[in-house]
């Protein structure tokens, strides 16, 4: 089966040696309009390829981070 997504990497300057890419989507799009990162990328245009590495930059900037709010514990025993 042959990858669709081969590259090369659309941002500017991009020379990272990498082996995956993933493409830009509308969906990618408007994460990155909702997040904020896209102000930085605004020549990038839906289809074209980023590199894994550039996805997740741009894309998903807080994947793998803990949420902001996080949860009360309450750890009062009541008799």
């Not at 605004?42 to 289809?47: M, Q, S, V």
């Not at 894994?52 to 009062?76: A, C, F, M, W």
Request: charged letters at 25%; aromatic letters at 14%; one cysteine or more.
């Amino acid at each position: 089966m042959a990858l669709k997504n081969y590259g090369p990497c659309s941002v500017q300057n991009c020379n990272l040696p990498r082996d995956r890419y993933r493409q830009f989507t509308s969906l990618a799009y408007n994460k990155a309009q909702k997040k904020g990162t896209y102000k930085t990328y605004p020549y990038l245009k839906i289809g074209q390829q980023l590199c894994y590495l550039h996805y997740l930059r741009i894309v998903e900037p807080d994947r793998g981070q803990k949420s902001r709010t996080p949860e009360l514990k309450n750890y009062s025993f009541h008799q």
